[in-house]
Each structure stands twice: as C-alpha cells, then as structure tokens.
C-alpha cells in the first residue's frame, strides 16, 4: 500500500506563488511516474503536470510557463511549484503515482486564489 501526504495549498492573490509536495511513503517500488492533478466543483479531475521516474515532465496548457513539476526520488516526494497564478487556478489539486498495475491518490490540497 502507498500513503500520499500533500501540502503547501492555501490563500494566495493572483499573481503569487506557491509551493505544493507530495510525500510518498509505503511499497512504491516500481511506481514509474508521479503528477498533479485538478478539480473544480462540478468537474472530473485533470492533469496539471506529471514527471516519470527518468525525469521526463508534461503539463496542461494552462499552466505551461507558470508551473514547475519536480521530484526527489531519495524522499519520494514530488513538488508542484506555481508561479504567476491565475483565480483560474482555484481547485483542490491531488498527488497521484502510478505504474502500469496500481495508481494511487492523495487526499487534496486547497488552492483559492483571489482576484
């Protein structure tokens, strides 16, 4: 089982910045890659920013530029740095590894940011 540990959401104004993790604890041998993800009320949950074990990062679109997905594979944690953000951002954002067997996520984290 794998144990995901999220923190860093809060109130922040547009413009600002702030700094998600993601701690992973448990059987993650093998898991091959780790991300972010998003919702809104009333939407599914999409994908911010995701990194595989060899380093290779995609975003959304929406984010291209202002987010910055990193990991410490020594702590197993995962960092979602977002700069510049937008009301538009305002979401719970969840942690989320994966392999091609097994995926599992993390509780959630609040992000509001006032226009």
């Known amino acids: 089982q794998v144990q995901l540990v999220e923190s860093g959401g809060g109130l922040v104004q547009a413009g600002g910045s702030l700094r998600l993790s993601c701690a992973a604890s448990?059987?993650?041998?093998?898991?091959?890659?780790m991300g972010w993800y998003r919702r809104t009320p009333g939407k599914q949950r999409d994908l911010v920013a995701r990194?595989?074990?060899?380093?290779?990062?995609a975003y959304a679109d929406s984010v291209k530029g202002r987010f910055t997905i990193s990991r410490d594979n020594a702590e197993n944690t995962v960092y979602l740095q977002m700069n510049n953000l937008k009301p538009e951002d305002t979401a719970v954002y969840y942690c989320?590894?994966?392999?091609?067997?097994?995926?599992?996520w993390g509780q959630g984290t609040q992000v509001t940011v006032s226009s």
């Open positions: 990194i595989t074990g060899g380093g290779s990062t």
């Open positions: 989320k590894v994966w392999n091609a067997y097994n995926e599992y």
């Open positions: 448990g059987s993650i041998f093998g898991m091959s890659a």
